[in-house]
């Protein structure tokens, strides 16, 4: 059974930095595509970043240039470095997991909540 543990969400003032980090068990992992996607009240689901088995990332527009997606296989875990952020990177952030790069996120995190506020 694959689970996916987020942690590292929080307050912080704009401009400011966060590090989310989110472990995978039940799953290969190295060969899985991993994604950190967010949702703010009332706005629609927005992938924030992927990185596949090949360490190839992406990044949405938005946070292109302020976020960086990392992976450890060793340890199972994706990261997401979050940088001079805005009010607007306000949401709860999730982890998911593409089992085998398919190119379907079948797996999601909890969830962790990421404020950005003075």
């Known amino acids: 059974q694959v689970q996916l543990m987020e942690s590292g969400g929080g307050l912080v003032q704009p401009g400011g930095s966060l590090r989310l980090s989110c472990a995978a068990s039940?799953?290969?992992?190295?060969?899985?595509?991993m994604a950190w996607s967010r949702q703010a009240p009332g706005k629609e689901r927005e992938l924030v970043a992927s990185?596949?088995?090949?360490?190839?990332?992406e990044y949405a527009n938005s946070v292109k240039g302020r976020f960086t997606i990392s992976r450890d296989n060793a340890k199972r875990t994706v990261s997401l470095q979050m940088n001079r952020l805005k009010p607007e990177d306000t949401a709860v952030y999730y982890c998911?997991?593409?089992?085998?790069?398919?190119?379907?996120?079948?797996?999601w995190g909890q969830g962790t909540q990421v404020t950005v506020s003075s």
């Open positions: 990185i596949d088995s090949g360490f190839t990332t």
């Open positions: 998911n997991l593409d089992q085998g790069g398919q190119g379907n996120y079948h797996y």
């Open positions: 039940g799953s290969t992992f190295s060969l899985d595509t």
